[in-house]
């Protein structure tokens, strides 16, 4: 089986096997916030790669370096939709608010399905072995957005960051003339 065929097999089997859960409604009306789910520093080896198709080429998450053993974290408040092997691989997969799911591998878990969890919560442990990793340990971090009956958009995870708010601030030189001014 070669490396794309196993990682289509990995998101598809993950797929599947979360589809039965949906996010609570008491979360349809909270903003979501999201961190890293790794302490600092944070370096991407790998960056996101958006597939030209569902099933196409690409990089559906970015890889951040860390030490095996490193605590994962949740990025937002979710629901745990599954904790265990897909294939080959540890997962951790949440349930967010509005169908975002966000996935962590590989990471032996510490919670298990249908556990609500909190931003910062410790989800699992980070393990060796992500294929096409650099360092020591990678944790692939992903994020999909799903939408009846059955579409799945692939995000870049650390667009997520973002509270959304922008702050104009003056620039440092704001109060020197303008050359165009005489």
């Given at each position: 089986m070669t490396p794309t065929m196993r990682t289509l097999l990995v998101l598809a089997l993950t797929t599947v096997m979360t589809l039965p859960l949906a996010p609570?409604?008491?979360?349809?009306?909270?903003p979501v916030r999201f961190a890293w789910p790794l302490?600092?520093?944070?370096q991407v080896v790998?960056?996101?790669e958006a597939p030209a198709t569902e099933y196409g080429p690409g990089h559906?998450?970015?890889?951040?370096?860390?030490?095996?053993?490193?605590?994962?974290?949740?990025?937002?408040?979710?629901?745990?939709l599954h904790a265990g092997p897909v294939a080959d691989r540890a997962?951790?997969?949440?349930?967010?608010?509005?169908?975002?799911?966000?996935?962590?591998?590989?990471?032996?878990?510490?919670?298990?399905?249908?556990?609500?969890?909190?931003?910062?919560?410790?989800?699992?442990t980070l393990t060796a072995g992500h294929e096409g990793c650099p360092t020591d340990a990678c944790l692939h971090w992903g994020a999909i957005r799903t939408t009846p009956p059955r579409s799945r958009t692939?995000?870049?995870?650390?667009?997520?960051?973002?509270?959304?708010?922008?702050?104009?601030?003056?620039?440092a030189d704001s109060n020197a003339p303008r050359r165009d001014a005489a």
């Open positions: 609570h409604s008491a979360w349809a009306y909270r302490a600092p520093p944070h790998r960056a996101f559906r998450g970015v890889d951040l370096a860390a030490p095996p053993g490193t605590p994962v974290l949740a990025a937002a408040d979710a629901v745990v997962v951790v997969s949440l349930l967010h608010t509005g169908g975002l799911r966000t996935t962590y591998e590989p990471v032996t878990p510490t919670v298990h399905r249908g556990q609500p969890v909190r931003r910062g919560d410790r989800i699992g692939y995000l870049n995870p650390l667009h997520l960051l973002s509270n959304g708010r922008v702050r104009l601030l003056p620039r």
